[in-house]
């Protein structure tokens, strides 16, 4: 039985993920982070704690949905007791990034801005049609619920990485956020994401695809956030015995 630590339990997808590993056979939840308390019940098995190694030392694998800086205590903390991640927190950044990677030479980690199977192809769909459909301008609309911290999303922005690697650029040498005023023509390189926020959406992303005379949109649209509490489940059950290393959940679905 391998043991789930889960690390931002008060979170949205956080308590989702208590919910669906008590019905996925062979995983289990053995302890749960806090910083200060859980704002809801839980079995008195469980280890909820404050302290960042008991909390390590209690579980196999970590999963993690919760905010940026949570994410950098844990992986400061993983540097002195190694134990493979599975991260699905977004917004995280550059000094972040490199903690993640530095922590990744010592145990497995699973890094992925979208857990869902339908992203993870997407991102290789939008790659092969950047590099098919030479010419055609690209343009990224991700929309989210109101209450969404970070934008664009970081789904968003692995979208628009996965186009510009097909296009042979790096995202951050075109990127643009929006257009506003009198900015000029459109560069034909630029691809612009752009962020929506309102209501209870869960996440619908679309990449298009724009030439004259004819146009291409991929999208895809989330309706359960379960999508990705089962997504980040079958990535921690995949990596758990796998070797130091940074890896994908496309890496995780063969894709």
Not at 118 to 125: D, H, M, Q
Not at 223 to 252: E, H, M, P, Q
Request: aromatic residues 6%.
């Amino acid at each position: 039985m391998i043991k789930v630590g889960v690390f931002g339990a008060n979170g949205r997808v956080g308590k989702l993920l208590l919910d669906d590993l008590k019905t996925t056979e062979g995983i289990s939840l053995s302890t749960v982070y806090v910083r200060n308390s859980l704002d809801f019940s839980i079995d008195p098995s469980v280890l909820v704690t404050t302290d960042i190694k008991s909390f390590l030392h209690a579980c196999d694998i970590v999963i993690d949905f919760s905010l940026p800086e949570a994410t950098e205590v844990m992986l400061e903390a993983v540097l002195d007791t190694p134990k493979p991640l599975v991260i699905g927190t977004t917004g995280l950044n550059a000094h972040q990034l490199n903690l993640l990677k530095q922590a990744s030479e010592n145990m497995p980690i699973l890094y992925a801005t979208n857990m869902s199977l339908g992203v993870a192809l997407l991102n290789k769909l939008v790659h092969q049609a950047a590099a098919a459909l030479e010419g055609f301008d690209i343009e990224i609309v991700e929309m989210h619920h109101r209450h969404k911290k970070d934008a664009p999303s970081g789904t968003a922005l692995t979208l628009g990485e996965s186009a510009a690697a097909g296009r042979g650029l790096s995202l951050d040498k075109v990127r643009i956020s929006g257009r506003d005023g009198n900015i000029g023509e459109r560069s034909a390189d630029e691809i612009a994401v752009m962020a929506l926020r309102g209501g209870d959406i869960v996440g619908r992303h679309t990449v298009g695809f724009y030439n004259n005379g004819e146009f291409v949109e991929l999208n895809h649209t989330a309706t359960s956030r379960n999508t990705f509490s089962k997504g980040a489940i079958r990535a921690a059950s995949w990596l758990v015995n796998k070797d130091a290393g940074l890896y994908s959940i496309g890496d995780c679905l063969g894709i």
